[in-house]
């Protein structure tokens, strides 16, 4: 279905080849757009050494080995640089004909952690305890399947020529096809995922060029989501108080406001050039929670200082950054959707993550993409990187 | 991107594309933006939050530093107490929050187990006394006065008492060396209050809740430097408030040796003679009272003449300052401060004030040269003087006929002195005064330094007055409409007659005012200390010293000494040989004059002596004693309120101090030997290479009669009895409050000035 759109699309053959067929000229490897792989391996890899600084005294959680998380973020690395290349070797197109059984999959999965398979952590039902210590939080993943199955329904018609822009049917198809695992990750509750989600519905949307009255419609539904969901009292009262303690920290800094306060004091108190690695006393002292996972900017900005933190910025500006040409370069609609969706998803979340330990954004469970530890969320992420390399090296080469 | 066409993409997705691009990199934007605010814009201000965070302060108060007298003997020192105190972290660490250690400590230190649990748990606002208010993480004392037994048991079983500690600390003593109790000039200690530590938190030295401070006397006026900086020792801790590190610590910086010039010897015979002498009154008569005198107070003041530094300062009542030590208990307060008390606290040397009688007659003598008179001319010493039809009687002497004015100093003739003030008061305009009266018996007071402090080194110094045309109008100003009110009733009464002549023309200057004005009488008032000073410059020839006790500050390594050099706040207005002329005179009154009879003996050759006596007349209550003295050396001033004569009740207490300080005996002998401090002490005491300063042993006092002090449970009483109340640390625990405020109602010669 892809040569069918008339341009000379060459199309790689990802059979086990020699060292030669690696290298040559226009192979894989020349073509993978390696700035966003080492930019995207430099965060992980910052992330490894932040994890391990947030954790090695915290004897409760590492069970006296203090380089136990250290090991088990380059773990998640690795196997997510594995899926990297999986994804990568199989081809996005190859993985478009997959997409439909992926979908299914990551709605079993989602449900079976509102089944009793499924275990509460911090007040929300998202994960899945398996065997040997490990847990598996589903609505990552979900993430990636919603791009992929609404990039699928939305190009479809529009790759194979027939139309311009999608039709209103596909946009409402596409939609209730994702609306199904959002509301059950809504369940959980997981409201940070469904943010993510809701942005990057939006987002790809926008990309799939959509009539403008979806892209208002879709904002103004949110924005009525937002208001019901206030007024019925849909959320959790931890819900409610994290939000109050994002807007006014002051207002009680030894209950809701305490994280949000030990974490702007732990990020102020680095200074320019932060008190030095494995040295931050708010860090030692273990005054911000959750400081492995959601909270590790904030070892990065007491410890590293206003250049460690603007670094991590900077880097997940060169991620997306690399992302955003490689969506205006897709030569299908496919693709640029995909990237798009990608694009949204790591922007907000790292804007929701960072944010939240800055203090202007509520607090929410959503880990800082690479860097925090957390398996799921890694490999989702690496697999993201993924599709944008499969993406980018099927582009046409220029003449 | 050169790409775009080339895909033929529409060109809606490549705007929204562009779109997306714009919003996701503001988004990073507002990031970077918001960890510059944080970081650099108020990075100072977090680090400073982060570092309260997790850093707990465990205080180690300094040792306060000694009050030494003149020759190292400490007055005031520290003594070494086993306290037993608590360590609140350590014992919140155990399965029954330390309820069981404390049961056991209960019983080694004899003491009920509800009583120790009370003292370790935190004050909050639902919680009564005892409590802890101080730092969770600084050790609780339990109590101070553990034996060695006891603070043995605690640490050989170590191992049943985790988190308990029995360790020597120091506890303020006033030792009273060789009896020499000097109560008022030392001052005492009490906690800190809250007020305090939140006006010095801000200010170089803050305060700890720890901390005593000085509350009257030498411990008041040096107690910055007393005081020392208490050592502060850091730990770093996390967010359980488990020990994590030690952050930067600074050791406790003991406070400086305060060195006077108080001879302790010297002190406890001028508190003996002081008491004696005032016991001695009460065994007189008093025709005018048909009573014995009452002799309620009393003060001494022995000062160097040459520098104006004091070598003892007395007063009675007095009390034991050990009484403060630890916290007062509400009762020793009562006895101190409540209206029965007859305000023990009170320094009567400075904080005394009365009429002065004739001791003032020095000033008229030189206001009357100053004026134009003759010194050497004769004046008439008539028996009696009189002003249209008022007669006002020669007190202390007889008619004596035409003198000079050194006789009528010598004899203490009081019409000398009314003639010649009522003539200024005439040239002056009489009841019609001049526009600027020259008013020179007003003025040389001033210039003597009536009516102002002398500025001793001691705090709440009163000022005493000067009747002038100014106080006078002042004063009618302020009670004109009382007296005014009085007068209209139709009683016959002293005080209302007074009241009608006060609201009819009180606000003048009356012949009779100036007349009594110029023998010391009427509403002039003097404290001891005034008059020690304008004796003691008429003694060294006319340098009016700010008198002070405080001789020099030593560190406590015996380093950096520094000393406090004698400060002069003006000259006595008197001409070169106006002054020899009074010396002369004053000389004269020991040899055969008013105080003779009290000097038979004294070897005036040797050891020249000068004085002048004085009888203050206190309206509605017995005659004030005064009795100024001084040699080349020393000038010392007595007064006894209610006490009778100068010469008769404050004339042998005087000699007897005279004769310690320079070794005379009954019979005018000198025995070297014996003699105390035939000169003053310039030397400062021995300081070793240890910082410690040698002390002389003082001779246990010979067996006379103690001086009686207010009733106070001393400290040696309160050991035998084991009541002793707890010296802790804890300044909520309600010692009574601080005393800076209680301002006592006048006493007879007594008024505190606040």
Same mark, same amino acid.
Not at chain 1, 162 to 170: A, C, K, L, Q, S
Not at chain 2, 139 to 150: F, G, L, V, W
Not at chain 2, 439 to 443: A, I, N, Q, R, S
């Given at each position: 279905?892809?040569?069918?759109n ?8 990802p059979?086990p ?8 000229r226009?192979?894989?490897v020349?073509r993978?757009?390696?700035?966003? *792989?080492?930019s ?7 992330g490894?050494?932040? /994890? ?8 409760e ?8 998380f ?6 998640n ?6 899926l990297?290349?999986v &994804?990568?070797w199989?081809?996005?197109? &190859? ?5 439909p059984v992926?979908y ?6 989602v ?6 398979l ?5 007040g ?16 990552e993943?979900?993430k990636v &399947?919603?791009i992929?199955?609404?990039a ?5 018609k529009?790759?194979?020529g027939?139309?311009?822009?999608? =039709?209103?049917?596909?946009v ?12 059950i990750?809504?369940?959980?509750p997981?409201?940070?995922s469904?943010?993510?989600m809701a /942005?990057?519905?939006l987002a790809v949307?926008?990309a799939?060029?959509?009539?403008n ?8 539904t ?6 019901l969901?206030?007024?019925l ?14 807007a006014?920290?002051?207002?009680d ?8 306060n ?5 990020i102020?108190s680095g200074?320019?050039t932060?008190s ?13 929670? %959750?400081?492995?996972? =959601? ?15 603007g670094?991590i ?6 991620v997306l950054?690399?992302a ?7 030569? %299908?609609?496919y693709?640029t959707i ?5 694009i949204a ?5 790292s ?14 469970g959503?880990p800082?993409?690479?860097?925090s530890y957390?398996?799921t ?7 993201a990187?993924?599709l944008l390399?499969?993406?980018?090296v099927q ?5 | ?5 080339e895909?033929?993409?529409?060109t ?6 562009? /779109?997306?691009q ?6 990073l934007?507002?990031?970077?933006g918001r960890?510059?605010y944080?970081?650099i814009?108020?990075? !100072? ?6 570092s309260?965070n997790?850093?707990?302060q ?11 007298d ?14 037993v ?7 919140m660490? *155990? ?11 209960a019983e080694?230190l004899? *003491?009920?187990?509800k009583?120790?649990t ?11 006394q ?8 600084q ?5 101070? $006065? ?5 603070a ?6 170590? %191992? ?6 029995a $360790?020597?600390t120091?506890v303020r003593?006033?030792?009273?060396p060789?009896?020499a ?9 009490s906690?800190?209050t ?6 010095a938190?801000d200010?170089?030295s ?25 050592g502060v020792t850091r ?8 020990v ?6 600074d ?13 302790a ?6 508190e003996?003679?002081?008491y004696?002498a005032m ?6 008569h008093d025709?005018?009272?048909?009573q014995?005198?009452?002799a ?13 530094r ?12 050990n009484?403060? /030590? ?7 307060? @009562? ?6 008390s007859?305000y023990?606290l ?8 009365a009429?002065?009688?004739?001791i ?9 040269v100053?004026a134009?008179?003759?010194f050497?001319d004769?004046?008439?010493?008539s ?5 249209g ?6 007190f202390?002497s007889?008619?004596?006929g035409? #003198?000079?004015i ?11 002195f009314?003639d010649?003030?009522?003539? @200024?008061?005439?040239? =002056? ?9 020259a ?5 040389t ?8 402090e002398?500025g001793?080194?001691l ?12 106080w006078?109008?002042?004063?009618y100003e ?8 009085q007068a209209?009733?139709k009683k ?8 009608? %002549? ?12 100036s007349?009594n004005?110029?023998?010391? @009488?009427g509403?002039?008032?003097?404290t001891?200390?005034? *008059? ?6 008429i003694s060294n020839?006319g340098t009016?010293?700010d ?11 015996g ?9 002069a ?5 008197m001409?070169g040989d106006?002054?020899d ?8 009154v020991?040899?055969?004059?008013s ?8 070897p @005036?050759?040797?050891i020249?002596?000068h ?8 309206h ?10 001084? &040699?080349k050396d ?5 007064? #006894?309120s209610?006490?009778?004569t100068?010469?008769?009740?404050s ?11 320079y070794?005379? =005996? ?7 030997k014996?003699a105390?401090?035939?000169?003053p ?5 021995? #300081?070793?290479?240890?910082?410690t ?12 009669e103690p001086? $009686?002090t207010?009733?106070?449970l001393?400290a040696?009483?309160? !050991? ?10 804890d ?6 409050s601080?005393?800076t405020?209680?301002t006592?109602?006048?006493a007879?010669t007594?008024r505190r !000035?606040?």
């Open positions: 279905m892809s040569a069918s008339g341009f000379s699309v060459r199309r790689f053959s059979e080849g020699t060292w030669g067929k690696l290298t040559a226009d192979s894989i020349r993978l757009d390696w700035t966003l *792989m080492f995207a391996l430099a965060l992980s890899a910052m490894a050494v932040l /994890v391990y600084s947030a954790t090695r005294n915290r004897t959680l590492t069970g006296g080995d203090q380089y136990s250290l090991f088990r973020h380059t773990l690395t690795s196997i997510g640089l594995t990297m290349v &994804t990568i199989l081809g996005h197109r &190859t993985l478009r004909g997959a997409v992926l299914v999959l990551s709605v079993v999965l449900l079976a952690v509102l089944s009793p499924g275990s509460t952590l911090n929300a039902h998202s994960w899945i305890q398996l065997p040997g210590g490990f847990s598996l939080q589903p609505s993943f979900t &399947t919603i992929l199955v609404m699928m329904l939305l190009a479809a529009v790759d194979a027939d139309r311009e822009h999608p =039709d209103h049917r596909t409402l198809q596409s939609l209730a096809i994702a609306a199904v695992p959002i509301a990750v809504l369940l959980m997981d409201l940070g469904v943010m993510v /942005v990057i519905v949307l926008l799939s060029g959509a009539s009255r979806w892209i208002a419609g879709i904002l103004g949110g924005l009525l989501g937002i208001v969901i206030w007024q009292n849909i959320l959790d009262q931890y819900q409610i108080d994290r939000f109050a303690a994002f006014n920290p002051a207002l800094p030894a209950g809701v406001g305490y994280n949000t030990q974490a702007r004091i732990a102020g200074q320019l932060g030095g690695l494995f040295k931050g006393s708010q860090t030692t002292g273990q005054f911000v929670p %959750e400081q492995q996972t =959601d909270f590790v900017f904030t070892v990065a900005g007491e410890e590293l200082g206003f250049l460690g933190g670094l910025i900077l880097l997940v500006g060169v950054w690399r955003c040409r490689i969506a205006r370069g897709a030569p %299908e609609l693709g995909v990237a798009a969706g990608v998803w790591f922007a907000f979340q804007f929701e993550n960072i944010g939240m330990t800055l203090g202007i954004m509520p607090v929410t959503l800082l993409p690479f860097v957390g398996g969320s890694m490999f989702a992420a690496w697999i990187i993924g390399q499969s993406i980018r582009r046409p080469i220029s003449a | 991107m050169s790409n775009i066409p895909t033929g993409r529409i809606r997705v490549t705007i929204r594309l562009v /779109v997306i714009i919003l996701v990199f503001s988004l934007l507002t990031l970077g960890l510059w944080l970081q814009r108020n990075g !100072d201000e977090y680090s400073n939050q982060a309260n997790h850093v707990q465990v205080v180690e108060p300094a040792v306060r530093g000694s009050i030494l003149a020759r190292g003997v400490p007055l005031a020192d520290n003594q070494t107490r086993l306290v105190s608590a360590s609140r972290t350590e014992l660490k *155990m399965a029954d929050d330390g309820q069981a250690v404390l049961t056991r400590l080694v004899d *003491m009920e187990t009583d120790v009370d003292k370790v748990r935190l004050c909050d606002s639902k919680t009564p005892p409590c802890w208010n101080g730092s969770p993480y050790p609780i004392p339990i109590t101070d $006065e553990a034996t060695t037994q006891q043995l048991q605690i640490r050989e079983r170590a %191992e049943d008492f985790p988190g308990i500690s $360790e020597p120091a003593r006033y030792a009273a060789g009896d109790n000097t109560a008022q000039v030392l001052g005492y200690l906690p800190v809250d007020e305090e530590m939140k006006k938190e200010t170089e803050p305060l700890l809740r720890a901390d005593q401070i000085g509350r009257s006397g030498l411990e008041r006026t040096y107690d910055s430097q007393l005081r020392g900086k208490a730990y770093e801790v996390d967010n359980l408030g488990r994590i590190g030690k952050a930067k610590s050791p406790a910086v003991p406070g400086a040796n305060v060195v006077t010039s108080i001879d010897r010297l002190q406890a015979i001028a003996k003679e002081l004696k016991k001695a009154a009460r065994k007189e025709r005018n009272t048909n014995n005198y009452k309620d107070a009393g003060a001494v003041v022995v000062m160097e003449s040459k520098t104006g004091i070598v003892s300062m007395a007063s009675n009542p007095t009390y034991d300052p009484a403060w /030590v630890g916290g007062i208990s509400g009762k020793d307060y @009562q006895r101190l401060t409540g209206k029965d007859n023990p009170l320094n009567r040397a400075i904080q005394g004030q009429a002065p009688g004739s003032f007659k020095v000033i008229s003598a030189t206001a009357a100053n134009g008179y003759d050497d004769k004046y008439n010493c028996s009696a003087f009189n002003i039809g008022q007669v006002f009687k020669n202390e007889k008619g004596y035409p #003198i000079d050194a006789r009528a100093l010598e004899v203490s003739c009081d019409t000398v009314y010649l003030a009522y003539k @200024q008061w005439q040239k =002056d305009g009489g009841n019609k005064p001049k526009d600027k009266p008013d020179h018996f007003y003025k007071a001033h210039q003597f330094g009536l009516g102002e002398t001793i080194d705090p709440n110094e009163v000022a005493g007055r000067v009747p002038d045309r100014k006078k109008k002042d004063y302020a009670n004109k409409d009382a007296w005014c009110k209209k009733s016959r009464d002293y005080v209302t007659q007074i009241a009608r %002549e006060n609201c009819a023309e009180g606000m003048k200057m009356r012949a009779g005012d007349v004005y110029s023998i010391g @009488q509403d002039t008032l003097v001891p200390i005034q *008059m020690a000073t304008i004796y003691s410059a020839g009016l010293y008198p002070s006790v405080g001789k020099a500050m030593v560190s406590p390594d380093r950096h000494v520094k000393e406090i050099k004698p400060t706040h003006g000259r006595l207005p001409r106006t002054r002329k009074v010396d002369k005179a004053l000389a004269g020991v040899t055969n004059g105080a003779a009879w009290r000097f038979g003996g004294w @005036q050759d040797k020249p002596m004085a002048k006596t004085g009888t203050a007349e206190v509605g209550k017995q005659t004030t004693s005064w009795f100024a003295s001084y &040699t020393y000038t010392i001033v007595m007064t #006894i209610q006490g009778g100068g010469s008769g009740a004339g042998p207490a005087v000699r007897n101090i005279y004769s310690a300080l070794g005379v =005996d009954a019979k005018g002998g000198i025995d070297r014996k105390l401090l035939p000169s002490q310039a030397k400062l005491p021995k #300081i070793q290479k240890d910082g300063i040698e002390a002389p042993q003082i001779k246990p006092p010979k067996k006379t001086v $009686e207010a009733p106070v001393a040696g009483e309160r !050991d035998q009895r084991g009541q002793r109340p707890l010296v802790t640390l300044a909520g625990r309600s010692p009574v601080a005393p405020t209680a006592p109602p006048l007879a007594g !000035d606040t």
